[in-house]
Each structure stands twice: as structure tokens, then as C-alpha cells.
């Protein structure tokens, strides 16, 4: 079993041909309404990888929320279980630039409103050798009691630190997994790139770092060895959702089909490649039959 204890949010996205400077105003497309929040969509992912999942968000008792819960049911996550919060359903503006390129702002008060106690009592679910699947909008006391409690239970762990908060480098010794990407292991390597970032965080305490490169593909240390897997050259269309497209399908590969963390991060990384062509987050996801191909490859 996977457990994905994280947050879902209504995605606004928009074209931008360049970013706002303080203090300007610039002019961006419509904006496209979907489903998103790293939780989700790291859930549908692993959903549509095979693995069985059970994922927990909270929402707000609202129209947005309600429209969460009927979009997951009709993506592939019909038994996903929302907590009704009293607050508004957080939600994500992003700008997508002419090359593909994102900027997110996200709002996380719903997400955080899981607290440590109900986080661990989550994992007291598990069995050992299930997998516990975490992101950074749940608060840091909320995030530590759900890894320390799987570690108490020999479940297996898997982080994606975004977005990133103080603290979470206190954290590694309590992770398996760790998949982030460059911004993100320079912040919690104190500055380091590449090849070194990922050494250094997997001396900080984490079992694997996968660290995602982009168009370049991803790096990856663990006590079986460290290497670099590149991605296939496409036109990029929208990057949003493409680093959970990776996390999900990578999650699946190592942990449910027992493949090499090289072979996974290749699997991983050919997923992410067909939703960086595509616009929009859930939209632009693989479908349970695309992924099935992969693996088949």
C-alpha cells in the first residue's frame, strides 16, 4: 500500500511572455482551470502506475472542493478522501512561459490544517514494507511526526521537499527516497549542484537522492552507486506537473515493480517527458495505458 498525505488545490494557469518586475503589470492568456497539487497528482500517477494507493488531502467545505472530489473520482482516484476544512480549498496560480516554463505561487492553509497527531495516526495504518509518500505543504511538525512514525513502523519513506520549507534537511536521516530538484537540493545542500548536491544530501542521512535535472535528465546516489540518467530532446510545451508525472512513476517503478533505481528513474523519466509536451497539470498527464507502455518497454 501507498499512502499519499498531501494536498490537492484548483490549478489557475496562465501564458505569460514574461514575468512581472515589481511593480509591473504585464498581460497573460486566459487563464486554464485543472486539478493539481503535488499530493494529487502524485497520487494519480502512482494510481495510473499500477500501485495501489490511498491518498488524504484536505479540502474546504466549497464549490472548489467539491469540484476536487468529483475530478479525482473521474481521473482515477475514485476512493480518495478528503477532509472538509472549515477554510477556503488552497489553490495554485501558475504562469507558463512562451518556452514552457513555469512560475507557482500556491496557497497551503488547507494543507496544513493536517496536524501531527492525525499525520501519525495515518501511518499507524500501515504495514511494514508499505510506502509513505510526503511533499512540503504539510507543516514541518506535521511532516516529521508522519516520517518518524513510519520509521517507528518500518514503513518505507519517499520525500519531494517543494516547497521548501526550514528544517527539512533536520529530516533526512528519516527518508528512503528523496526526489527533488535542483533549486531545491542547492537550498538543502547549502549551495551545492549536480552530482555534488546529491552526495551530499544522501551524507545528510537520505537512503537514495534522485535529484531531476530538466531537459537534462536526472542524477541519482544510493548505496548501490550513483549515475546519471539523460532524457529524450522534445519540444516543451507546459513543465507544469512534470516533476510529479516523475515522482509518481518513479515511486511505482523501485518500490512496486522492484526495478533498479537507474531502470526507474528511466521509466520516470520517459513519463515526464510525454507530459512536458502537453499543456496544462492533470491534463497533461499519461494515462494509465501510456505508462503501461513504458513499462512494457
Not at 518505507?156 to 528519516?174: C, D, K, Y
Request: aromatic share 4%; hydrophobic share 50%; with cysteine.
Amino acid at each position: 500500500m501507498f499512502l499519499v498525505l498531501g494536498n490537492a488545490v484548483v490549478d489557475e494557469a496562465m501564458t505569460a511572455d514574461a514575468w512581472p518586475a515589481p511593480g509591473q503589470t504585464v498581460v497573460v492568456g486566459a487563464p486554464r482551470r485543472d486539478l493539481g497539487g503535488k499530493g494529487a497528482n502524485q497520487a494519480l500517477m502512482l494510481a495510473r502506475a499500477g500501485a495501489p494507493v490511498r491518498f488524504v488531502a484536505p479540502v474546504g467545505r466549497d464549490p472548489d472542493g467539491d469540484w476536487i472530489a468529483d475530478t479525482l473520482r473521474h481521473a482515477g482516484l475514485p476512493q480518495a478522501e478528503l477532509w472538509r476544512t472549515g477554510g477556503a480549498t488552497d489553490r495554485s496560480l501558475i504562469f507558463v512561459s512562451r518556452e514552457g516554463e513555469n512560475a507557482i505561487a500556491s496557497t497551503t492553509e488547507a494543507a496544513r490544517s493536517i496536524d501531527a497527531v492525525a499525520a501519525a495516526a495515518l501511518v499507524q495504518g500501515l504495514e511494514p514494507g508499505d510506502v509513505l509518500v510526503l511533499q512540503g505543504n504539510l507543516t514541518l511538525a506535521t511532516t516529521c511526526s508522519a516520517l518518524e512514525a513510519a520509521r517507528s513502523r518500518r514503513v518505507r519513506t519517499v520525500f519531494n521537499p517543494s516547497p521548501i520549507q526550514a528544517g527539512f534537511g533536520e529530516l533526512l536521516g528519516l527518508v528512503d527516497l528523496l526526489v527533488l530538484n535542483e533549486p531545491e537540493a542547492a537550498a538543502l545542500s547549502g549551495g551545492a549542484a549536480g552530482d555534488e548536491a546529491a552526495a551530499a544530501l544522501r551524507s545528510a542521512g537520505a537512503g537514495a537522492v534522485v535529484l531531476t535535472l530538466g531537459g537534462r535528465g536526472a542524477v541519482f546516489v544510493s548505496e548501490a552507486g550513483h549515475g546519471h540518467v539523460p532524457a529524450r530532446a522534445v519540444k516543451v510545451v507546459d513543465t507544469t506537473g512534470a516533476g510529479d508525472t516523475f515522482a509518481g512513476v518513479l515511486t511505482a517503478a523501485f518500490y512496486q515493480r522492484d526495478l533498479s533505481l537507474a531502470a526507474a528513474i528511466r521509466a520516470a523519466t520517459e513519463a515526464a517527458t510525454l507530459t512536458v509536451q502537453r499543456p496544462g497539470t492533470l491534463a497533461a498527464f499519461p494515462s494509465a495505458d501510456e505508462v503501461a507502455a513504458i513499462w512494457r518497454r
